[in-house]
């Protein structure tokens, strides 16, 4: 009986044995065409919808409105199509894959050639850009969130409370490590999210397959520790150690003791470039190819010692934080710093960058955390801590975590809207040490002087992994495989500069280069003036002092018409000067006016 | 408390058994893959790197004649065959595939001059330094049946070319005059003169079928219709061309090889200069084939080398050359646009690949979509100044590469002298003349 109830929208009618009873008219479906709707939905497509595929959509259905009012339908086979033409794209969506600077500038000559060349490449790009978007739809993962009931705050939620309402596979994210022996520990996750290193400071290594708590390795050093870096896959990480930089693998094995680098506070790990950055007491900023084991660069940035550093993950540039409260961003193209940014009255205590290379976060000695943009280095939010934030770390979705003391507040939205209070917080049981996102979870590592906690933030991690780039599920093949490519694509150092997209740009020659081509290969300047030969004269008229005269004369001649020239352009500029000021004046008056001269 | 934790399941994310192939599930998002420049412009400069590893143009060597090869034809509906003609009169047909001749017959006494297949494939045309014009089968003779040609006709002067006209029982050829034939008769239906006692080959245009074009010794190409008594005009040139060839793709557009070591890519409605004109050869050039896609060519020179040009480049952007090959005379572009056949002095016929670094046989979907991506990644950075050093790298014979020095030398010496003669002299008198300009004599209507 149902089936044919749930059929019957689909066939034709059949008419009906009761007479007396008024037909139940069918549900009204949302493609069924209904003038007043119909105007609601164009009004909201018209906010996101392409232009383009706008018009047709609405032609298409205004002539279906059309037939439906002369009361007789075109079938050519079934129904037809609800939704005519390709599925449209929301806006916001396919400027999400949209490139920055790609509008390319007009040529001036008229190059059939190459405009149609530039126009099918850009027609190709988009293409790719939409399908991209279109694809953005079956990604298989939703990322997390957390929301309190009404007048529940958020950061009171206790991470006990959340590791009971989530699933148990995610409640065995939420973990302590009781490692009071050698503490305080500093962390690292690999690439993947897959693995945790931990270094205590008084010499204790573990590396381990966090989420199957499985230990790869534990040894102690027998020598204090500064830091712990994975390397580009986790068969490999860095420690600097009391003197020297130390290489082990997973199993724990010593493989290199590097000791061209010295005293390594800190260290940061360029996955792309296969370059590891070490910023040491004696304030050398050092570089080392990891793939060739070679010094690519060291600086001595004779800025003293050099406990505050971090990567921008989008260009690779390296900031580091001084006490005197400056950040300064380096590249090892350049033994100079990039650029100094003050940002704090007291020393720097940590820096953070986001994912896209957008937004800086520093915390400094005098208790402000603030935010910057980094493209145009200009200062956006600050904001006061009571504590002052010792350690920063933002996430991959952006949410910024920053420990106090032995407090870890995470901070939701800190560039857009100035925050208030934070969206998480949770008391470590020692001072904190090291504070590490995990990448593709929700899950923020914190090294403290106790161990170690895996704290659940919702919505911290990237819900969808690219299986070519990081994969988490990679089996050892795939690794071994990985790794390959990712060797045979590691980006030259030189490659290095604060806008990575510089390197797709067209080169324009600037006028200067080009005039000098050109004179170039013509042999002489076109645009030169020509110099002043007198002409030789008779009669005596020769002289060297009647040349002299006449050259003279040439040359004052020229001079005046030097400043003639700038003479008129100085009043005409004056004219429009007091143009502008009359109508300024006539225009709306101010009382701070007649201060005016 | 509403609260939400990313949580995969690993099924989702691994592979079932490990017959099945791994999942990769991807995300395009830009964010996620930075330095997409840096790593493109790597990829490019490693593709750049591969392609000059793979450059391993030369195939094969097929020997066999006694002479020089003076001429080739390939053959108009198979692929595998080609006919080539000798210095000594013999006509060699060989399979390609097999490489290895299967037809030896003597043609002519003398040189064979000429050689063309009819377009359906049975019958072949050659000419001789015996004043003759031959038609023979294409199939072998039976056993016990002896070679002979189908078709002789006793010409009066020495023909020097011919070729056939594309779907008609017409033919052309070339010696004191330029000769119409129609197949059934054995006197020309039309002679062409203009004043000049001899040529060199002659061509049909392989779009407009009655257009045809012609290279004479007085340093000009006569242009002809069929269907008219008169030549349509020609352009005198400073050196004599000796071969020429139509583009394929575009009707009016041919490329001529020059004596003065260029080739001259003209437009038959405008003669007054040529479009283009390809330098890079240091010796006289040749012969001439365009690619069936008419976006290539080759040239075969007397310096000891085959280049391939873009139709639209001034210079080459592939040159071939081998310790024994010596003065390239006939080249050939195969019709499936992937082989180039070249003969020579010294008795051999060579088979190259005609893109230098292509993988032969069969390659898989992944390998052929990793090829394209590797192309477009080299076009996209092509004019980056390493990958371009990288991808223009050529290892060039000691005599040719100095005598290009010395020949740029030259030009050099030439063009300097022109701009001081252009500086001390009243402005005006002596205009600049574009290359292009400088090889035109006159054109005659």
Redesign the interface.
């Known amino acids: 009986m149902y089936t044919t109830n749930m059929a019957s929208e689909r066939e034709a009618p059949v008419p009906s044995p009761h007479v007396g009873k008024k037909k139940k008219k069918p549900a009204a479906r949302y493609w069924d065409e209904d003038p007043k709707g119909e105007k609601n939905d164009n009004k909201t497509e018209n906010n996101d919808v392409e232009s383009g595929k706008k018009l047709s959509n609405k032609r298409k259905r205004e002539a279906d409105l059309h037939h439906a009012s002369k009361g007789k339908k075109i079938f050519l086979s079934g129904k037809d199509d609800p939704f005519p033409g390709p599925a449209p794209i929301p806006k916001n969506r396919i400027e ?2 949209k ?1 920055k600077g790609e509008t390319m500038p007009k040529t001036r000559k008229k190059n059939h050639k190459l405009k149609r060349l530039m126009a099918q490449s850009k027609d190709l790009s988009t293409m790719s850009q939409n399908q ?1 978007a279109r ?2 739809l079956l ?11 009404e007048g ?1 705050d958020t950061c009171t ?1 206790s991470q006990e ?2 590791a009971e ?3 148990i ?2 409640s065995a ?1 939420y973990f302590n490590l009781k490692l009071s022996q050698f503490g305080p520990y500093r962390l690292d996750y690999s690439r993947t999210g897959r693995h945790l290193l931990l270094g205590g400071k008084r010499g204790h290594i573990a590396c381990m397959d966090w989420q199957s708590k499985q230990l790869m390795c534990e040894i102690n050093v027998l020598e204090s520790i500064n830091d712990v870096k994975w390397l580009h896959s986790e068969s490999m990480y860095a420690v600097a150690q009391k003197k020297w930089l130390y290489i082990y693998d997973s199993n724990g094995i010593e493989l290199h003791c590097i000791r061209k680098f010295n005293d390594v506070l800190r260290m940061q790990f360029l996955p ?1 470039h296969f370059l590891l950055a070490t910023a040491s007491a004696t304030s050398f900023l050092q570089y080392l190819d990891v793939s060739v084991g070679k010094e690519v660069a060291a600086f001595c940035t004779k800025t003293g010692r050099l406990d505050v550093m971090c990567q921008n ?4 540039i390296i900031h580091l934080g001084h006490p005197n409260g400056t950040v300064t961003l380096w590249s090892p193209n350049q033994k100079e710093a990039l650029v100094k940014m003050l940002c704090h009255q007291g020393g720097v205590r940590s820096v953070s960058v986001d ?3 957008t937004y800086m976060v520093t915390s400094g000695m005098d208790k402000k955390l603030k935010v910057f943009d980094i493209r145009t280095f200009k200062p956006l939010k600050s904001y006061f801590l009571p504590a002052g934030a010792s350690c920063l770390s933002l996430s991959q979705r952006g949410l910024l975590s920053a420990a106090t003391g032995d407090v870890v507040q995470v901070y939701r939205d800190v560039w857009r809207t100035p925050v208030t209070k934070p969206y998480m917080a949770h008391r470590a049981r020692g001072s904190v040490w090291g504070l590490h996102f995990c990448p ?3 899950v923020l590592g914190v090294g403290h002087g106790d161990g170690f906690t895996s704290m ?1 933030v ?1 919505g911290a ?9 990081a ?5 050892a ?2 690794r071994q495989e990985w790794e390959v490519k990712a060797l ?5 150092p030189e ?1 290095i500069t604060l806008n ?5 740009e067209v080169d324009r020659a600037t006028f200067a280069q080009r005039h000098k081509d050109r004179v170039e290969t013509l ?2 300047d076109p645009l030169a003036k020509e110099k002043f030969v007198p002409r030789f004269k008779k009669k005596g008229r020769s002289s060297s002092g009647a040349v002299e005269k006449r050259k003279k004369q040439v040359a004052h001649e020229d001079q005046r018409e030097l400043i003639k020239e700038s003479v008129e352009v100085k009043m005409r500029t004056e004219k429009e000067h007091k143009k502008n000021k009359a109508s300024v004046v006539s225009g709306h008056k101010s009382a701070l006016d007649r201060f005016r001269k | 408390m509403k609260v939400k934790v990313l949580s995969r399941n690993p099924d989702d994310y691994v592979r079932e058994t490990k017959y099945d192939i791994q999942r990769v599930p991807r995300n395009y998002d830009p964010s996620l893959h930075p330095f997409e420049v840096s790593r493109e412009y790597t990829r490019a400069l490693n593709a750049t790197k591969l392609e000059r590893v793979f450059a391993k143009p030369f195939l094969a060597s097929l020997d066999g004649h006694r002479d020089g090869v003076n001429c080739m034809a390939k053959h108009s509906t198979s692929l595998s065959s080609l006919l080539s003609g000798s210095c000594d009169g013999e006509l060699k047909i060989w399979n390609l595939t097999k490489r290895e001749c299967v037809r030896t017959l003597q043609a002519h006494e003398g040189f064979v001059r000429g050689i063309v297949v009819r377009f359906c494939g049975t019958s072949f045309f050659t000419v001789g330094d015996d004043k003759t014009i031959k038609q023979w089968k294409m199939q072998c003779p039976g056993y016990g049946e002896e070679e002979e040609p189908l078709n002789t006709i006793l010409g009066k002067t020495v023909f020097t070319g011919l070729d056939h006209h594309r779907t008609e029982g017409v033919f052309a050829t070339c010696g004191q005059q330029v000769d119409i034939w129609d197949e059934q008769r054995s006197s020309p239906i039309r002679s062409f003169t203009w004043g000049v006692d001899s040529f060199s080959s002659v061509r049909f245009n392989p779009v407009e079928t009655d257009l045809l074009a012609s290279c004479a010794s007085d340093r000009s190409i006569v242009l002809y219709d069929m269907r008219e008594a008169t030549p349509l005009k020609k352009v005198v040139m400073t050196m004599r061309s000796n071969t020429l060839s139509w583009n394929p793709m575009e009707a009016y557009h041919f490329t001529c090889a020059n004596e003065d070591y260029n080739l001259y890519t003209y437009d038959m409605r405008n003669l007054e200069q040529p479009l283009l004109v390809h330098m890079d050869h240091v010796s006289a050039v040749l012969d001439i084939d365009f690619s069936p896609t008419g976006k290539e060519f080759v040239s075969a020179s007397f310096d000891k080398t085959i280049r391939i040009f873009p139709k639209d480049g001034g210079h080459s952007r592939e040159v071939y050359h081998t310790k024994r090959m010596q003065h390239v005379i006939c080249v050939k572009w195969s019709a499936d646009n992937k082989y180039i056949l070249s003969g020579s002095d010294e008795m051999n016929i060579r088979l190259w690949k005609a893109n230098a670094s292509e993988k032969l046989g069969v390659v898989g979907h992944r390998e052929k979509a990793a090829t394209n991506y590797n192309q477009k990644l080299k076009e996209k950075f092509q004019h980056h100044p390493q990958i371009k050093r990288i991808a223009r790298h050529r290892h060039l014979p000691k005599t040719v590469y100095h005598q290009s020095k010395e020949i740029r030398v030259m030009r050099e010496a030439r063009r300097r002298k022109e701009k001081n003669v252009r500086k001390h002299s009243k402005p005006g008198s002596v205009p600049v003349a574009t290359e292009r300009e400088k090889h035109v004599v006159t054109v005659v209507k």
Do not use: C
């Open positions: 999400k894959f490139r991209a694809f953005d990604l298989p993962e939703d990322e997390g969130f957390l929301e309190g009931d529940e939620i409370d959340i309402a989530v699933d596979s995610s994210k792309y993950p989008h260009n690779a994912k896209t290379g593709f979870e929700d659940l919702p991690g990237e819900p969808n992994f690219d299986g070519l780039d994969n988490p599920y990679r089996s093949k795939q045979l694509e590691k980006i030259q490659l990575p997209n510089k390197l797709g042999g002489f």
